[in-house]
């Protein structure tokens, strides 16, 4: 498998720094910039190489680096990888909500970063491949999410790359839901009452099921709308 030519490292722990660039020198990897805080690296992101980054989620200054990565996503297309100690739930759901191409966690391996690497990379650039999926005509009520993923209405289907996906009985009447209301966005009371038939049921019950979807589907788009709701952000 490739790895990408030029990395960026945002990092604030000088030693890892140095560790990451040397496991990358060997490999031949270009380490196009090291920075430790986030104004330093948007400023940088504007004139050098980057094909990927790898990103500590503790960064110095007021913005962190879930927080930067979405700020970079927003005008760049770049594989994003997060590195950190912290593998809580809490955390792993808001990177989830990032659809990161990658997770690593400290302390950590050169094995592990390269194969890391070299996995988000391969699926990187399968997602930026031509469209393998056919867009929906008028005749069917296929819906097209993005590149891979579609979801057939009519079947109650999500397919990944044509394959269907295994789904339980939750996940799937979620999916529907969103699908149904693509690129726009359904209240938590809307999804509880399609969802359970107890409209007093706890929002937890609504995140773990997200969580469990984001889990197996983590480049899924399901977006959170912060004490309004979810949508399904087609971008085809």
């Given at each position: ?26 490999h031949k990897v270009n380490v196009s ?164 038939e107890d409209n007093n049921l706890s ?34």
């Amino acid at each position: 498998m490739v790895l990408p030519e030029n990395i960026v490292i945002v990092e604030d722990e000088v030693i890892t720094q140095r560790y990451l660039q040397d496991i990358l020198s060997q490999h031949k990897v270009n380490v196009s910039g090291c920075f430790d805080n986030a104004a330093d690296t948007l400023e940088a992101l504007k004139s050098i190489e980057c094909d990927m980054i790898l990103m500590d989620i503790n960064i110095k200054g007021p913005v962190d680096g879930i927080q930067l990565a979405k700020i970079i996503l927003e005008t760049h297309t770049v594989p994003v990888i997060f590195i950190t100690a912290h593998n809580d739930d809490a955390t792993l759901e808001e990177l989830l909500e990032l659809a990161p191409y990658g997770f690593i966690g400290k302390p950590f391996s050169s094995k592990e970063i390269l194969v890391t690497l070299r996995i988000a990379y391969k699926r990187y650039l399968i997602h930026t491949e031509a469209a393998k999926v056919t867009p929906p005509s008028e005749e069917t009520s296929d819906i097209v999410i993005n590149e891979y993923y579609a979801y057939s209405q009519t079947s109650s289907q999500l397919y990944y790359d044509g394959e269907a996906i295994k789904l339980n009985k939750k996940q799937s009447m979620l999916l529907d839901i969103l699908s149904k209301n693509v690129n726009n966005t359904v209240a938590y009371e809307a999804i509880i009452s399609h969802l359970w038939e107890d409209n007093n049921l706890s929002d937890s019950a609504l995140r773990t099921l997200v969580y469990s979807v984001r889990k197996l589907l983590p480049d899924l788009p399901i977006v959170s709308h912060s004490k309004i709701g979810y949508s399904l952000q087609a971008t085809r």
